[in-house]
């Protein structure tokens, strides 16, 4: 039989090899969340004493008040006097036998967040489950929406079932199992045919995945057989339209057909489109080639039906009247509009894994590692992107659409937790009122997962999901930051505020910066053992 040999030596082969190395990485889940380490709770009674309350659903402030919790639920709010004026002991709730207090006179107190748009790690960023999670809910996230189950659909249902029983320290998990990947990890064949779909959704939704996460380009014909069969079972649906797929099959048709929330806004300028039918894409533009695929992304939105045209109306109008969710990640494409910004965020020397890092370096494999050669010229381009982008996101909320917060850590040199509070901040920046913001990150996102009776604000009946710090998050959003906020005192201090200090799920309180010391634990043993010390790209060091 004829043999070939294959020499390494020749790059295109050697590109082959890595990048064939890299997919089976998605293949090989990573540890799962070790059993509960940290956390007081459940009680039979917890009364949280004197906070001034930040329901989520769009209320101004009130306080003081006092939250009583009994198990896991709440089943009393009550006001117990006014701002500066000493609280009268004699008409706040009774503290029962065996109950337990939490002072927190002078502080603030809102929903637990939620995370649209998460992924519980993965092998090729070598990020391990109890560093998500701590890093999640130690900025206050609760809940998150984990689309694509990267680690495998059997792996990520265990997960919630032991978040969902508190085993582990760990966010309440929706699973939305990725359209193409296999229930033991990794990526697999997209179903070929209408039937082969139905089937693979009724498969999923017997094993118990609370919805349907779309990517890589399914067919028209595959895709509308999907949804169809997802809204026939009762679940829920995501998609990142991929531009493989996009001429054919944009938002709108999605949508049409029972899509729930749309991820990022691919698919949605291409809906807006008067003049073309596909993108003005450069004539040696490579799909496989990260830096074409983001850098005329960037272009993308000025392509589009100008704001207030009637092409423009009558898309916005459509997927309101749809009850369509729009979850924009607005910050895992910052490092588009500013890489320094993105690349020098404080929080990487200490809370970013090495292995983390070096999945962020410039790269031809790495997802999202589009650093080529990023000019000035494609930042420009992107800031434009965002004002079109930004501009459609806050008309929507305006006119009643529902906009909800997601992150899509792990990626393009946005950290778990950390980039969350970004996306708050550029929800902010698109012209969100600071409590429109809240509203976002909690009773929008909960509306979306169908459990705002349970989920996403501070009201009698709903579960014990709270974020309480000593800052107004309202004044500052930065307070929300693991790292705190840069303040300078009457005395000419310089100091940080102390960020959130108690995250409370499922009525069981958890001290975030004890969550914090965990992480930089996790990192500093990480660095130590691998001899790592974090350089920035083409500088020289231990990286």
Request: net charge negative; hydrophobic share 40%.
């Amino acid at each position: 039989m004829f043999q070939r040999k294959i020499s390494l030596a020749q790059p295109h082969l050697l590109l082959f090899f890595l990048i064939l190395l890299t997919l089976s990485t998605w293949a090989q889940p990573i540890p799962k969340g070790p059993d509960r380490i940290r956390g007081e709770g459940p009680f039979d009674q917890l009364i949280i004493r004197g906070v001034t309350l930040i329901n989520g659903n769009g209320a101004p402030p009130i306080g003081p008040v006092d939250i009583v919790v009994e198990q896991n639920i709440i089943t009393a709010i009550k006001p117990v006097g006014y701002p500066g004026v000493p609280i009268d002991d004699a008409n706040r709730p009774v503290l029962k036998p065996g109950g337990s207090e939490l002072d927190c006179h002078g502080m603030f107190l809102m929903p637990g967040l939620i995370d649209m748009h998460a992924h519980i790690g993965g092998a090729a960023q070598g990020t391990p489950a109890e560093y998500v999670y701590k890093l999640w809910l130690s900025h206050g996230i609760t809940t998150v929406r984990e689309v694509m189950a990267r680690n495998g659909l059997d792996w990520t249902l265990e997960e919630k079932e032991r978040s969902a029983k508190n085993e582990i320290t760990a966010p309440r998990i929706f699973t939305y199992m990725g359209f193409s990947m296999k229930d033991e990890g990794g990526r697999g064949p997209t179903p070929a045919s209408p039937e082969e779909a139905q089937k693979w959704v009724q498969r999923v939704a017997a094993k118990g995945a609370d919805g349907v996460k779309f990517r890589y380009g399914p067919t028209p014909e595959v895709m509308e057989a999907a949804l169809m069969e997802i809204k026939k079972l009762g679940l829920r649906s995501a998609a990142h339209h991929d531009q493989m797929s996009v001429a054919q099959w944009n938002v709108l048709h999605s949508a049409k057909l029972g899509l729930t929330s749309m991820e990022h806004w691919y698919g949605l300028p291409e809906a807006l489109f008067e003049d073309k039918t596909v993108q003005d894409y450069s004539l040696d533009y490579n799909y496989s080639n990260e830096q074409d695929r983001f850098g005329e992304a960037g272009l993308l939105w000025l392509q589009a039906a100008m704001p207030g045209s009637e092409k423009w109306n009558q898309v916005m109008a459509e997927l309101i009247a749809l009850d369509f969710t729009l979850v924009p990640t607005f910050n895992i494409y910052e490092a588009s509009r500013d890489l320094h910004r993105a690349r020098r965020a404080e929080w990487h020397e200490a809370y970013t894994l090495p292995s983390l890092w070096r999945f962020y370096m410039p790269s031809k494999i790495s997802h999202g590692s589009y650093w080529h050669y990023w000019t000035t010229e494609k930042e420009v381009q992107w800031r434009k992107n965002y004002d079109r982008w930004m501009q459609f996101i806050n008309e929507y909320k305006n006119k009643g659409g529902r906009v909800a917060a997601g992150s899509d850590s792990g990626f393009i040199y946005q950290l778990y937790g950390f980039s969350y509070i970004r996306e708050l901040e550029l929800l902010r920046e698109a012209g969100f009122h600071p409590l429109e913001v809240l509203m976002s990150a909690t009773l929008k996102g909960a509306e979306a997962l169908g459990m705002d009776d349970k989920l996403g604000s501070v009201q009698v009946g709903k579960l014990a999901d709270f974020v309480i710090l000593q800052e107004n998050p309202l004044e500052n959003l930065k307070v929300l930051y693991g790292t705190g906020a840069i303040k300078l005192t009457d005395e000419n201090e310089v100091v940080r505020t102390t960020g959130i200090q108690y995250t409370v799920k499922d009525g069981i309180i958890y001290d975030a910066k004890q969550l914090l010391a965990d992480v930089k634990s996790i990192v500093e043993q990480s660095k130590t053992r691998d001899d790592f010390e974090l350089v920035q790209p083409g500088q020289k060091g231990k990286n």
